[in-house]
Structure formats: structure tokens, C-alpha cells
């Protein structure tokens, strides 16, 4: 199994500004994928962290309000940039293992007032 | 389209009796699916998966059936206890180019056990 880390467990923020959410794993990883999940609900996937180049993103999210990185294969960043109260959410980081099994972080709790 | 989606949104079980948990897919292409159980203000736990050329697997007290013929898959968990009350998700591996794959996951269901 891998064992992934968040930082910051939660946040508040003020619209209008940006979120820097950091992911370490513990072991090496294939791929890194990052989540959002509304309070009660299930979880969407916002982008694939790719190492050394862009991120894939999924329909309905880009990359100016979503950047990250994936400066190693165990380390991604994903910023929320100027933030709305719609961007209230848990961001989950997730990494597939050379078994092709995906694990998930505790996540990031962020509301934006 | 892509969609993965539970049957029940809350089920209710006794202590000590088995519980069951439904999901239905659209998408005939995936390869395996992955069964998450998510208890309150954590992430998603990996429980069990299975792949597309099998129908069953059996784990710790839970099994995962997979019929593709009309595209269900269930977990069963036996002797369900107390610590099993969590919200579990039934998650799809979609196929991408690069055998690559993403995950998409249901609405999940609330499995409450009463003592």
C-alpha cells in the first residue's frame, strides 16, 4: 500500500485569493491524480498529475484555476486559484501503485468565505 | 456515457448480519472496479477490487461480484460490525490512451449498523 500525505489537513480562505494544496507518498507511484468532493457527496475527478509535464485535466476544469505540479513521482502540488465560496470542498490527492492499486490522502478541507 | 451509480443511498443492517452493497455501470470497457469505504473526515479506503475477466473475489469478511452481462457489481461484507458503518463507493477504471486509466466513482451508499 502507499501512504499519502496532505497539506494543510483544512483551510479558510478569502475569495479571491489562492490555495497552494501539497501531496507526498511514501512510496514510489505510478501516476497521481487529483479529487474534489463536495460535503456529501461523491468524488470528481479534477486532472491527472503528469511528472515532468502538463496536467491532464478532466471537462469542466483547467488549468488557470486548477495548476499543478508533479515536480517528482512522489510529490504534486494542486493550487485553487482566486477562489469562490463555490470552491468550498475537500481536494483529495490519489496515487496508483505499481500494483495498479489507488490509494487516497485524508484531504483538504478548504472554504472560502 | 460514462456513469457509475448506487442503488440505495442508506441501508440499514443489524450487527452480525451481512450486508450487501449495489452498484450499476454504464461503460463495458472498463478493465477492473474498485470498492472504497470513506468513513467521516477521511479519505477513501481501498477494500477490494476485481478485474473485468473475473467474477468474483473474495477478501477479509468482504466479497465483490461482478456481472457484466447486465453491468452490477455488488460487495457483500459478512457479519457486518459497528466499524463498518462508513459510506462506500464503488469506483470504475476507465481505459484512456497510454493504458492509462482514471477512476470514476458512484454516488455512494450509507451503511448504518445498529448495535
Known amino acids: 500500500s502507499a501512504v499519502i500525505s496532505q497539506k494543510p489537513s483544512r483551510d479558510i480562505c478569502q475569495r479571491g485569493t489562492s490555495l497552494t494544496i501539497q501531496c507526498q507518498v511514501d512510496s514510489q507511484v505510478t501516476m497521481m491524480f487529483w479529487y474534489r468532493q463536495q460535503p456529501g457527496q461523491s468524488l470528481t475527478l479534477i486532472a491527472t498529475a503528469n511528472q515532468g509535464s502538463e496536467a491532464t485535466y478532466e471537462s469542466g476544469f483547467v488549468i488557470d484555476k486548477f495548476p499543478i505540479s508533479r515536480p517528482n513521482l512522489t510529490f504534486s502540488t494542486l493550487t485553487v486559484s482566486n477562489m469562490s465560496p463555490e470552491d468550498s470542498s475537500i481536494y483529495l490527492c490519489?496515487?496508483?501503485?505499481?500494483?495498479?492499486?489507488?490509494?487516497f490522502g485524508p484531504g483538504t478541507r478548504l472554504t472560502v468565505l | 456515457g460514462e456513469s457509475v451509480g448506487l442503488h440505495l443511498p442508506t441501508l440499514s443492517v443489524q450487527e452480525g448480519d451481512n450486508s450487501i452493497i449495489n452498484c450499476a455501470y454504464s461503460n463495458s470497457a472498463s478493465d477492473y472496479f474498485i470498492w472504497y469505504k470513506q468513513e467521516s473526515g477521511k479519505g477513501p479506503q481501498f477494500i477490494i477490487d476485481i478485474r473485468s475477466n473475473m467474477d468474483k473475489r473474495q477478501g477479509q469478511r468482504v466479497t465483490v461480484l461482478l456481472n457484466k452481462t447486465v453491468k452490477h457489481l455488488s460487495l457483500q461484507i459478512a457479519a457486518t460490525q459497528p466499524g463498518d458503518s462508513a459510506v462506500y463507493f464503488c469506483a470504475e477504471n476507465i481505459l484512456r490512451s497510454g493504458n492509462t486509466g482514471k477512476l470514476i466513482f458512484g454516488q455512494g451508499t450509507t451503511l448504518q449498523v445498529k448495535p
Open positions: 490519489s496515487a496508483k501503485t505499481l500494483r495498479n492499486e489507488q490509494f
